[in-house]
């Protein structure tokens, strides 16, 4: 069975610029997470959707976004970029049923630099 | 006050101790994670308990609801087992988390 997929791994932008990364989760996982990991502020949760719905959201500003799609891929897009967004994006997927924390499976994350 | 605190935040042990990392909380939780990430990024779940104990292999899990702790225990520590443990809280059956600071914990031959 294939684990969680992120694209792309590695990606250097500009400040100002946009970003898309992308969480294809294991087949059958209907739930999705984002999380953010800084060496000063560790990890960070990010957001939460389920069956193409959000259901959680953390405490980042509105330049954060994210979606799920139908297959239950996500992507998430951080626009108007700061150099404190240079960061590694960990998505994680789990075969959740609604209301019941399920087991947590990570992809090896995209690491975003912001120069 | 962090809702979540572990300790130590460094450990260096040699082959073949037995290891002891511990996760105070202070919120109520629906679970708590064991995670472990090796250099370059990578995190795997070790375990996730809401009670009691759990074993796999060498590695053992234990949480304690009412004293808000949990413990992880390797067996017979080896190099391999080099990496940062991460205690982590899921409230209200969410997998919004807290983490915690993470152990970094290096195994000498």
């Known amino acids: 069975k294939a684990g969680v997929t992120q694209t792309p791994r590695y990606l250097i932008k500009t400040r100002g610029q946009q970003v898309t990364l992308s969480c294809s989760p294991i087949?059958?996982?209907?739930?999705v997470s984002w999380y953010q990991q800084t060496p000063g502020q560790g990890l960070q949760f990010l957001f939460e959707y389920f069956s193409e719905t959000q259901r959680n959201k953390g405490n980042f500003p509105g330049r954060f976004s994210g979606r799920q799609f139908s297959n239950s891929r996500s992507e998430m897009n951080v626009s108007t970029l700061e150099l404190g967004d240079s960061a590694l994006y960990l998505c994680?997927?789990?075969?959740?049923?609604?209301?019941?924390?399920?087991?947590?499976?990570f992809g090896e994350g995209s690491r975003l630099t912001v120069l | 006050k962090n809702e979540v605190e572990q300790s130590p935040q460094n450990l260096t042990a040699q082959e073949g101790e037995f290891i002891t990392i511990n996760c105070s909380y202070s919120v109520g939780i629906s679970a708590l994670h064991w995670l472990q990430q090796h250099p370059g990024g990578g995190i795997v779940s070790l375990f996730m308990l809401s009670s009691g104990k759990k074993k796999h292999g060498r590695l053992i899990a234990t949480i304690n609801i009412q004293e808000k702790h949990s413990s992880l225990h390797i067996t017979a520590s080896h190099p391999r087992d080099s990496a940062v443990y991460i205690c982590?809280?899921?409230?209200?059956?969410?997998?919004?988390?807290?983490f915690g600071k993470g152990t970094k914990l290096t195994v000498n031959p």
């Open positions: 087949s059958g996982h209907r739930s």
């Open positions: 994680a997927s789990s075969p959740r049923d609604r209301g019941h924390t399920g087991e947590l499976f």
């Open positions: 982590a809280l899921s409230q209200g059956g969410s997998e919004k988390l807290v």
